[in-house]
């Protein structure tokens, strides 16, 4: 059993700041991609910022040079720091993380439920 729990939403004005992190825990054997996506009410789910295990990160166009992801590889988490926020960012935002549970099994996708961000004045 794998769980993925979030926290950091809230509400902010255009132009301020917020914190997410995500925490992973339970069966886990190793972590290989961590990120956060996003859904905006009547609007697909997309992609904000993915960190591999090594490697360089990608950021959607539309957060490059505002959001910052990083992660913790002995804490298992991830956290996405978002500044400049504008009205466009409100969405539901989403971890993702490749997980495999036990050596010689593949990696597995697990999402977290989800925090809410509202950037508005």
């Known amino acids: 059993q794998v769980q993925l729990v979030e926290s950091g939403g809230g509400l902010v004005q255009p132009g301020g700041s917020l914190r997410l992190s995500c925490a992973a825990s339970?069966?886990?054997?190793?972590?290989?991609?961590m990120g956060w996506y996003r859904q905006a009410p009547g609007k697909q789910r997309e992609l904000v910022a993915i960190?591999?295990?090594?490697?360089?990160?990608n950021y959607a166009d539309s957060v490059k040079g505002r959001f910052t992801i990083s992660r913790d590889n002995a804490k298992n988490t991830v956290v996405l720091q978002m500044n400049s926020l504008k009205p466009e960012d409100t969405a539901v935002y989403y971890c993702s993380a490749e997980i495999r549970t036990a050596w010689g099994t593949r990696a597995s996708g697990f999402w977290g439920q989800g925090t809410q961000v509202t950037v508005s004045s």
């Open positions: 960190i591999p295990s090594g490697g360089s990160t």
């Open positions: 339970g069966s886990i054997f190793r972590i290989n991609a």
